[in-house]
Structure formats: C-alpha cells, structure tokens
C-alpha cells in the first residue's frame, strides 16, 4: 500500500514538472520552488525528458514472469476453491487448462506472492 501511494506521490512531481517544462520554464530552481520539489529530483526528470522525451519510467531489465495477470488469478481461484491443492496439481492445472508448461517451484513462488 505505502509502495503504491509513493509511486502515484511520484507521478504527480513527474507530471508537474513536465508541465512546467513544456510551459517554457527550462530552470529547475523556479521548477522545484512552484510545487515543492526537490532540485535533484527535478534535475532528474529534466534529463530523463531531454533523453526520452518523456516521464514515463524506464523499462527494466531482467526476464519476464511466467506467469501471466489472468493466469495468477486463475491460479489464486483455484487454491481458494480447493485449498489442500498440491503445487503439482496446480502446475498440471496450469499446462491442461491453460497451455502453460510451469514448474512446482515456479506455483510455490507465486502462491507466496499472492499472500
């Protein structure tokens, strides 16, 4: 919860500075001062707008889950259906009904993050 109000805290800074930016003002000390912003953060997203061209984050690296949004609701529905499921059973679930070939570790990892 506190990750989540921090990151929309963050979005409006980054939205208000490229207000200003697109308004003309190219200084980040009357940039910081108008909505409170610290200057490192507003030299930041300057940067990042020069670079980019916009305040959208960057993508990250490192390997994309396996498992999909709608495949981990299926999979958080099946365990709250039948609770004294395997974590076998529910990757033999995930490969027949729903075409993905997961392994037992893979279900117990995503099982701890639905907690």
């Known amino acids: 919860m506190c990750s989540q109000r921090n990151s929309n805290i963050m979005k409006t800074k980054r939205s208000a500075i490229l207000h200003f930016w697109q308004n003309g003002e190219r200084s980040p000390?009357?940039?910081?001062?108008?909505?409170?912003?610290?200057?490192?953060?507003?030299?930041?997203?300057?940067?990042?707008?020069?670079?980019?061209?916009?305040?959208?984050?960057?993508p990250r690296q490192g390997r994309p889950r396996k498992i999909s949004g709608t495949d981990n609701i299926a999979l958080g529905q099946w365990i709250r259906?039948?609770?004294?499921?395997?974590?076998?059973?529910?990757?033999?679930?995930?490969?027949?009904?729903?075409?993905?070939?997961?392994s037992v570790w893979t279900v117990r990892r995503q099982f701890e993050r639905l907690d």
Do not use: F
Request: charged share 30%; with cysteine.
């Open 29 to 58: 000390a009357v940039i910081s001062c108008m909505p409170k912003i610290s200057i490192p953060t507003v030299n930041y997203n300057i940067k990042k707008i020069k670079e980019q061209g916009t305040i959208e984050d960057r």
């Open 81 to 102: 259906r039948d609770n004294e499921s395997t974590s076998k059973q529910l990757a033999h679930k995930l490969l027949y009904e729903r075409d993905l070939s997961v």
